[in-house]
């Protein structure tokens, strides 16, 4: 392990809701209150949600030193996989970190959702680095949830995290993939974890017309809206006059497509804390392989 002079493996935690989150806050207390690691923290400044695996190319990043009790921490003014890459990279930390984990996010991440998650960037961009990786994420409930749960949901994780570093320490943990870990939202009355694999389940997004950028829900992760916004807002039809300087418009939910079966979203739903093992990109369907196999050698 490449933890320098520390005996105790060392884990690095990183989110996409900023770092003054609570569920990033929560998950650092009970790493750091188990004894077990060498607790860092290299996260967003902000929030950045929904960035997916966006990262900064064209203008530096400022990193400001954090104080968060029994951490060594740094905030950063880029993305999720931003933090990720500069906290690997030695200029902040003596060593590698023995493990990533990123979260604890604010609303699942399953399905197609995966994809624009800030929180699985996280985790991903350790992949790149062949650090092994963990993304976590709770089933929010606007109205029902509170900050608390994340405690419960990060107690809830801990013997994965702590088995993990056990197979990191054996050098038996697989480098072909990392994982990805919903925590329903009644956490307290879970079912146990669940091995799944990546659904198709997705909100239908739509754009609404509005006068100033306060209007309109929040979102608050990518599958999760906030109480003040409908689950399935109206679609109304907003007559835009051509006359105006620019136009402002918000993402809405209009819909959801449900992808039924042995999958990430369905397990979660029935209560357990799915834990659903990713790579760096999903393979297409073989059909659609063998249908191209026939069609590109007629292209002319």
Request: contains cysteine; glycine residues 8%; aromatic residues 8%.
């Amino acid at each position: 392990m490449e933890n320098g002079s520390e005996s105790k493996p060392s884990v690095m935690v990183t989110n996409d809701d900023g770092i003054d989150a609570p569920g990033l806050r929560s998950l650092v207390r009970v790493l750091v209150s188990s004894n077990l690691f060498n607790v860092l923290v290299c996260a967003p400044d902000s929030e950045k949600s929904a960035v997916s695996h966006c990262v900064s190319w064209q203008h530096p990043l400022s990193v400001k030193k954090v104080d968060i009790s029994g951490a060594t921490a740094f905030s950063v003014s880029g993305t999720p996989a931003d933090s990720t890459s500069i906290g690997l990279s030695k200029v902040l930390f003596p060593f590698v970190p023995d493990l990533v984990v990123s979260g604890i996010n604010k609303g699942s991440n399953c399905g197609y959702h995966i994809v624009y998650s800030g929180t699985v960037a996280g985790a991903r961009e350790a992949f790149f680095n062949g650090v092994p990786s963990v993304s976590l994420s709770y089933e929010w409930v606007a109205g029902k949830s509170k900050d608390d749960d994340f405690v419960l949901a990060a107690e809830a994780c801990m013997p994965i995290i702590t088995a993990i570093s056990t197979e990191i320490k054996n050098n038996t943990y697989p480098q072909n993939c990392f994982l990805n870990i919903d925590v329903p939202a009644d956490v307290a009355n879970c079912k146990g974890y669940r091995l799944t694999k990546q659904g198709k389940t997705i909100f239908k997004m739509g754009w609404r017309h509005v006068v100033s950028e306060a209007q309109g829900g929040r979102m608050l992760s990518t599958m999760t809206m906030d109480s003040s916004a409908s689950k399935e807002a109206s679609v109304e039809e907003s007559t835009l006059s051509t006359e105006q300087e620019h136009l402002i418009f918000k993402r809405e939910v209009r819909g959801t497509q449900m992808d039924e079966g042995d999958n990430d979203y369905s397990f979660l739903r029935q209560g357990y804390i799915t834990v659903t093992p990713l790579g760096a990109l999903s393979p297409p369907p073989m059909d659609g392989v063998e249908f191209f196999e026939g069609w590109l050698p007629g292209v002319h």
